[in-house]
């Protein structure tokens, strides 16, 4: 069974129990300021999972494409990827592990058909200062599973992560409890760190041996299922949320939730029974055309391969969600997969243009099951590959710039020039200078990693202050300057045109920034037009509310406004401001929340809307940046 194949048979498994299949979310969240990413299944359902009402009912299933920008250097193993998808199934206040064990059990040995006695299972040991049990209703549960299957479930108390390394596997052993290190979830990472008000719970892993790979001894002195080296995969964890942090310790949820993920990719891993993620459906494509451009093997040149085959999968799926390349946030990250990509195609021998060959492959995996993806192929393809043109020709800008040192040593500082100012990889660098015969300074890399160490502290202060604030900014500032971005929408295309789309929002306690589509700097003219009409329609007090109407019919017939890359299910909330009176609203919009009853709500304290800052965030994207004061 291929991976297209279990992505399809495990929504149709969990919507012949009761479950709706809900649309992907994309992989940058509107209106979302606490990450730049979708990074898990379940970051677009926490508002639910927190107790409010979800439209589609209290069982819902999903494939959620997920992005996590931090695996970048791990990418070359035989597992990690910085773009995966997660299968996610929930039960907001339903059913509990009872039916989610037994159900997630049939689907891996039945439908995907693993076998059961390469399958192992992790639960939560306890806290005893907190007073939560050990889980052993769960443990109980997993034995009854294995022994429908014949086999005797023996159980192991294991503690840490450390003491896993220590003990290894236990003879008879396959369900393992672990310590709050690795089985209790909650949105941070030390339960002792848990804040009052916050709900966690424990979770149960599932694991897959790939029982022919030995343990490497690096990764710790024994082999367990937590363990790091590869000869265990975990393919999915059950996340049983039914605590809540309270002044006095750890209570019981009144509603108990089910949050299950699991990593397609790594079932697909498992269905093959290959310890080798990059040889499943969804990516050997990728490297079987890089193999074709290069007329070089994947054996012998598996690092850069499965560089190249991750990094042009997470930068379509960017793009098809209506990211572009630049130097900030999204776009700057969206830009360094790409170069990394073309970098280690330089390993490869392909100097030539090649992403006019490759993203066609990508965009064929998933047309089928992602429409989206179908709708925006041929812009797709035309952001990335314009991309790799600007690269290359910043490749030859940082090559002349190197040879303008020929005849004295690189220091660290003239490797950081080149890889800061002209996006020079560092390894081309190094590379380069040999090819010409550059020496370099006895302690460059001392100097280039200190100066690295330098900007990546910039960076995360700047970032602290970017993206500060709760989960979905639910505070009423952050309900004003949602409602605020709707008519600076609205007014932006009454002055510009209708060309203009929203190509992304974020939203802090201090500001709204939007990216729209215009190719024009903004003149002051029209910047204060767009003030004035913003402030007129908070002055006219316009009534906010919304309505549930079918997809097509918001975006058709009655032309809802929606942003670019967006993903919408068979029905979406389309929110409308209109003043008392008018024949129709001046804003309507696709969008979920959540917003203020009336306008004149955002001139509370003789505020006013303001743009502070309009600029170019990427080519074709303009950038404004606004306040209430």
Same mark, same amino acid.
């Given at each position: 069974?291929?991976?297209?194949?279990?992505?399809?048979?495990?929504?149709?498994?969990?919507?012949?129990?009761?479950?709706?299949?809900?649309?992907?979310?994309?992989?940058?969240?509107?209106?979302?300021?606490?990450?730049?990413?979708?990074?898990?299944?379940?970051?677009?359902?926490?508002?639910?999972?927190?107790?409010?009402?979800?439209?589609?009912? +209290?069982?819902?299933?999903?494939?959620?494409?997920?992005?996590?920008?931090?695996?970048?250097?791990?990418?070359?193993?035989?597992?990690?990827?910085?773009?995966?998808?997660?299968?996610?199934?929930?039960?907001?206040?339903?059913?509990?592990?009872?039916?989610?064990?037994?159900?997630?059990?049939?689907?891996?040995?039945?439908?995907?058909?693993?076998?059961?006695?390469?399958?192992?299972?992790?639960?939560?040991?306890?806290?005893?200062?907190?007073?939560?049990?050990?889980?052993?209703?769960?443990?109980?549960?997993?034995?009854?599973?294995?022994?429908?299957?014949?086999?005797?479930?023996?159980?192991?108390?294991?503690?840490?992560?450390?003491?896993?390394?220590?003990?290894?596997?236990?003879?008879?052993?396959?369900?393992?409890?672990?310590?709050?290190?690795?089985?209790?979830?909650?949105?941070?990472?030390?339960?002792?760190?848990?804040?009052?008000?916050?709900?966690?719970?424990?979770?149960?892993?599932?694991?897959?041996?790939?029982?022919? +790979?030995?343990?490497?001894?690096?990764?710790?002195?024994?082999?367990?299922?937590?363990?790091?080296?590869?000869?265990?995969?975990?393919?999915?964890?059950?996340?049983?949320?039914?605590?809540?942090?309270?002044?006095?310790?750890?209570?019981?949820?009144?509603?108990?939730?089910?949050?299950?993920?699991?990593?397609?990719?790594?079932?697909?891993?498992?269905?093959?029974?290959?310890?080798?993620?990059?040889?499943?459906?969804?990516?050997?494509?990728?490297?079987?055309?890089?193999?074709?451009?290069?007329?070089?093997?994947?054996?012998?040149?598996?690092?850069?391969?499965?560089?190249?085959?991750?990094?042009?999968?997470?930068?379509?799926?960017?793009?098809?969600? #209506?990211?572009?390349?630049?130097?900030?946030?999204?776009?700057?990250?969206?830009?360094?997969?790409?170069?990394?990509?073309?970098?280690?195609?330089?390993?490869?021998?392909?100097?030539?243009?090649?992403?006019?060959?490759?993203?066609?492959?990508?965009?064929?995996?998933?047309?089928?099951?992602?429409?989206?993806?179908?709708?925006?192929?041929?812009?797709? +393809?035309?952001?990335?590959?314009?991309?790799?043109?600007?690269?290359?020709?910043?490749?030859?800008?940082?090559?002349?710039?190197?040879?303008?040192?020929?005849?004295?040593?690189?220091?660290?500082?003239?490797? %950081?020039?080149?890889?800061?100012?002209?996006?020079?990889?560092?390894?081309?660098?190094?590379?380069?200078?040999?090819?010409?015969?550059?020496?370099?300074?006895?302690?460059?890399?001392?100097?280039?990693?200190?100066?690295?160490?330098?900007?990546?502290?910039?960076?995360?202060?700047?970032?602290?202050?970017?993206?500060?604030?709760?989960?979905?900014?639910?505070?009423?500032?952050?309900?004003?300057?949602?409602?605020?971005?709707?008519?600076?929408?609205?007014?932006?295309?009454?002055?510009?045109?209708?060309?203009?789309?929203?190509?992304?929002?974020?939203?802090?306690?201090?500001?709204?920034?939007?990216?729209?589509?215009? =190719?024009?700097?903004?003149?002051?003219?029209?910047?204060?037009?767009?003030?004035?009409?913003?402030?007129?329609?908070?002055?006219?007090?316009?009534?906010?509310?919304?309505?549930?109407?079918?997809?097509?019919?918001?975006? #058709?017939?009655?032309?809802?406004?929606?942003?670019?890359?967006?993903?919408?299910? =068979?029905?979406?909330?389309?929110?409308?401001?209109?003043?008392?009176?008018?024949?129709?609203?001046?804003?309507?919009?696709?969008?979920?929340?959540?917003?203020?009853?009336?306008?004149?709500?955002?001139?509370? #304290?003789?505020?006013? %809307?303001?743009?502070?800052?309009?600029?170019?965030?990427?080519?074709?994207?303009?950038?404004?940046?606004?306040?209430?004061?």
């Amino acid at each position: 069974m291929n991976a297209q194949d279990i992505r399809n048979k495990y929504l149709k498994f969990f919507e012949d129990r009761g479950h709706t299949v809900i649309s992907r979310a994309p992989l940058v969240l509107q209106n979302d300021p606490t990450t730049l990413f979708t990074g898990s299944g379940m970051q677009q359902l926490m508002p639910y999972l927190l107790g409010q009402d979800h439209p589609e009912g +209290v069982r819902l299933v999903d494939s959620q494409t997920c992005l996590r920008a931090q695996d970048i250097e791990e990418v070359g193993d035989n597992r990690h990827t910085t773009f995966f998808e997660m299968l996610g199934n929930w039960s907001l206040g339903d059913y509990f592990k009872a039916e989610q064990f037994p159900w997630i059990f049939e689907f891996l040995t039945e439908i995907v058909g693993l076998d059961p006695k390469k399958l192992y299972v992790t639960t939560f040991l306890g806290h005893e200062a907190f007073g939560i049990p050990k889980d052993t209703e769960s443990g109980e549960i997993w034995k009854k599973l294995f022994a429908g299957k014949g086999i005797e479930a023996g159980e192991a108390e294991i503690g840490t992560e450390a003491d896993g390394y220590q003990k290894g596997m236990i003879p008879g052993a396959r369900i393992f409890y672990y310590a709050a290190d690795k089985n209790w979830w909650y949105r941070g990472k030390n339960i002792e760190d848990m804040p009052v008000g916050e709900p966690g719970g424990p979770s149960s892993e599932i694991f897959y041996e790939f029982d022919y +790979v030995e343990h490497n001894p690096e990764y710790g002195p024994k082999c367990h299922p937590n363990c790091d080296c590869g000869r265990f995969v975990e393919i999915g964890n059950n996340v049983l949320m039914q605590y809540v942090r309270t002044d006095k310790g750890f209570e019981q949820l009144p509603n108990k939730n089910i949050d299950f993920g699991g990593g397609l990719e790594r079932i697909a891993m498992a269905a093959l029974d290959s310890a080798d993620a990059f040889k499943i459906s969804i990516l050997w494509p990728i490297i079987s055309k890089l193999e074709q451009v290069s007329g070089k093997s994947y054996d012998a040149h598996t690092n850069a391969m499965r560089v190249i085959a991750d990094h042009l999968r997470a930068a379509t799926f960017l793009a098809v969600d #209506g990211v572009v390349p630049s130097n900030k946030e999204q776009g700057y990250v969206m830009r360094r997969l790409m170069r990394r990509a073309i970098r280690f195609a330089f390993d490869l021998g392909i100097e030539q243009n090649f992403l006019e060959q490759a993203v066609p492959v990508i965009a064929d995996m998933y047309q089928a099951d992602y429409p989206e993806v179908k709708a925006n192929r041929d812009k797709v +393809v035309e952001v990335l590959v314009k991309e790799e043109k600007v690269f290359r020709q910043t490749l030859r800008k940082g090559i002349a710039e190197l040879q303008k040192l020929a005849g004295s040593k690189v220091s660290g500082v003239d490797v %950081f020039k080149l890889y800061d100012t002209y996006g020079f990889p560092v390894e081309l660098s190094t590379e380069e200078a040999f090819k010409q015969g550059i020496d370099l300074s006895e302690n460059w890399r001392e100097e280039f990693d200190a100066h690295m160490a330098e900007q990546r502290a910039r960076s995360q202060t700047a970032a602290k202050g970017t993206f500060k604030g709760g989960l979905g900014g639910q505070s009423e500032i952050h309900k004003k300057y949602h409602t605020a971005t709707h008519l600076m929408y609205q007014s932006l295309r009454t002055v510009l045109g209708d060309h203009v789309i929203q190509h992304g929002s974020n939203i802090t306690e201090d500001r709204l920034r939007f990216d729209f589509s215009h =190719d024009e700097k903004m003149t002051p003219e029209q910047i204060q037009q767009v003030e004035d009409m913003v402030n007129e329609q908070i002055q006219k007090d316009l009534k906010v509310s919304f309505q549930e109407y079918p997809t097509d019919v918001a975006h #058709g017939e009655m032309g809802a406004l929606g942003a670019f890359g967006d993903r919408y299910g =068979d029905t979406v909330k389309v929110y409308k401001m209109i003043a008392d009176g008018a024949d129709k609203p001046f804003s309507f919009e696709i969008c979920g929340g959540p917003h203020v009853d009336h306008t004149l709500q955002l001139a509370e #304290g003789g505020k006013r %809307f303001k743009i502070t800052k309009e600029e170019s965030s990427s080519a074709g994207i303009r950038r404004i940046k606004a306040v209430l004061q």
